[in-house]
């Protein structure tokens, strides 16, 4: 059976209030293996990734107010996050994140080069921060991300504006 999904189908539609619960579930999917050796109970789990998750909801809104904030729809299906800051001369991808049982099927791959290809178009420079042990850094690496530096656990990585 193919694993891939038919990234043809991948939409975007501005968040809402209505889908902070499913904003919640994303960013806490992405949270799974660091809790998982924690030792913590459920509850405990729940009430630290949903402060973390409001802490760092209400950081990106306050931070970039002009950003464009969203749901990531794969055959009409909430499957992700998309958080972009399109500025004057760069673009700034704040957050990229999917469900897990829409991971490593090829989406996230296709918006990632959607958006290098936008960047390219527009003759912008890209950045974006990935956790040091993410194996999609890698895959950013193929893109022309480049580390630049560490900031706690996080690689800052840019492509630099393309050569006219």
């Not at 059976?1 to 994303?26: G, H, P, Q, W």
């Not at 469900?99 to 890209?126: H, S």
């Not at 990935?130 to 840019?158: D, I």
């Amino acid at each position: 059976m193919d694993n891939k999904i038919n990234t043809d189908l991948i939409t975007f539609r501005s968040i809402t209030d209505a889908d902070l619960e499913f904003l919640y579930r994303v960013y806490a999917s992405t949270r799974n293996e660091e809790m998982a050796v924690t030792g913590w109970n459920e509850a405990d789990i729940e009430n630290f990734l949903r402060m973390q998750f409001n802490l760092q909801h209400t950081y990106y809104r306050q931070t970039y107010p002009q950003a464009a904030f969203d749901i990531i729809l794969i055959d009409g299906i909430p499957a992700g996050r998309l958080y972009i800051d399109r500025q004057q001369d760069k673009m700034v991808v704040i957050d990229i994140a999917l469900l897990p049982e829409f991971r490593r099927r090829g989406a996230g791959g296709r918006i990632m080069r959607n958006l290098v290809e936008e960047v390219d178009k527009e003759g912008l420079l890209m950045s974006l921060h990935v956790e040091c042990n993410n194996p999609v850094r890698l895959f950013y690496k193929t893109l022309g991300l480049v580390e630049k530096g560490t900031y706690g656990v996080y690689y800052y990585m840019e492509r630099s504006r393309p050569e006219v």
